[in-house]
Each structure stands twice: as C-alpha cells, then as structure tokens.
C-alpha cells in the first residue's frame, strides 16, 4: 500500500471516530447524563469506543473550545455545561457573518440554489417526523451552503470553526420547538433566488435574533420560576 495513502485513511477514520465520540458525549450531557462536574476519563473513553486516546482526546479538546467541558492540571477533564453567553455570543457572529455571505453571494448559481432546496424539503420531513437531529442537521447544511456560497474563505473557515452541529444541537435542545424557522429559511432562498442578497441578509440574521429571543425569554421564565 502507498504510505501517503494509507496515513491519509487513518486521519479520515480518526476524524470520523473524533467527531463519532465528539456527540456521544455532546448528546449525554444535552439529556442529563452526564451532569456538570463529571469527571471524563480518557482512557475509558477510548475502550468504550475501541480506539486509541488519540481521537478521545482531539473531541475532548475540540468540546473545551465549546465550552461544554474543562480540563485541569492534575485533575483531567470535567463537564462543564452549557455557557449561555458564550452561546449568545457566537450566534451574534453568525450572523454578522451569514448576513455578509448572503449579500456576496449574488447572484447565485443555479446548481448552489439546487443544493439548498433539498435542505428545506428535509427541515420539514424531519419536523413532521419530530426527528429532532436530522432537522439540526439539515438546518446547519443550509446555512453553510449559503456562507460557502459567497466566495469569502474566511467567512467559510470563521463559520465552521465554531462547531454549529454542535451548537446548533445545543440551542434545538434549549428551545424544543423543531421547525420554528423553516418557513423563513424558505423565504431566505427566495430572495437569493430573486438575486436579493441584502433581503437575503436581513432575513438570516432576523433568524438568529429571534432565537436569541427565544433563548432569553426561555432562560428569564426559568430563573422566575426558581
């Protein structure tokens, strides 16, 4: 075998056990197994899924990032939980950034607006199904297609850095309601396909401060009722 090759296939089997172990452990502490303060064991972990430390660790150090665990000297890792504000903060990027995209992305070709169109059709057989992550998951393909489409690698590379499968998983399972913006995601292609970058715009970023909103609301009424 070529070894250019075969150490090509093992980082791709890597990366793949990294992002498999990633939301195993994004999933248990979304549902409550996994409570704040509990410790992470690498190395069990890793028999668990039967790889080697390496993966475990790239998902453990990629879940820092987001905030969701912290690692101490001496003391390993723990789950931390669900940073609000940070999670405030990056939908406040995101569309800073999408709002940019959408503008450069005009006008559109038809084989990007083909890419988007399944995206929708899905976001609603998921939501009908109650199919919570393959909703997300279709909902994070839309909108990096439309950054993807305005030709800025570093919007490109700024968007994906910040994990919205994850984050996207995080914010679903905060508000509870699959769907909600289907239909303006739906409105979004329209304007790009009328060759309307700045509606095109508007309406994603309206899209991530009504679910700031909502988060808000949602974090205030839990507050009141404690």
């Known amino acids: 075998m070529n070894s250019k090759h075969g150490g090509k296939g093992v980082a791709v089997h890597r990366t793949c056990m990294r992002d498999q172990i990633r939301n195993a452990i994004v999933s248990r502490i979304l549902d409550g197994l996994w409570p704040p303060g509990v410790r992470l064991k690498e190395l069990a972990l890793a028999r668990e899924f039967n790889v080697s430390q390496a993966p475990v660790r790239e998902a453990l150090r990629e879940l820092e990032a987001l905030g969701l665990v912290e690692s101490e000297r001496y003391r390993g ?42 995206e929708l059709a899905a976001m609603r057989k998921a939501a009908a199904a109650d199919d919570t ?86 974090e205030l009424a839990r507050d009141n009722r404690a």
């Open 77 to 118: 890792t723990r789950v931390r939980g669900i940073d609000l504000a940070e999670l405030r903060e990056a939908y406040e990027l995101r569309a800073e950034i999408e709002e940019a995209a959408a503008r450069r992305a005009v006008p559109c070709r038809d084989a990007d607006l083909a890419v988007l169109e399944p």
């Open 133 to 218: 992550e393959a909703y997300t998951a279709s909902v994070v393909r839309f909108h990096r297609g439309i950054v993807e489409m305005s030709g800025n690698r570093v919007f490109l590379r700024a968007w994906e850095l910040m994990a919205w499968d994850v984050r996207a998983r995080i914010a679903m399972q905060r508000i509870g309601l699959i769907g909600l913006y289907t239909d303006q995601r739906a409105q979004v292609l329209a304007a790009l396909r009328a060759g309307d970058g700045p509606r095109a715009g508007s309406l994603l970023r309206r899209i991530s401060e009504q679910l700031l909103a909502r988060l808000d609301a949602m």
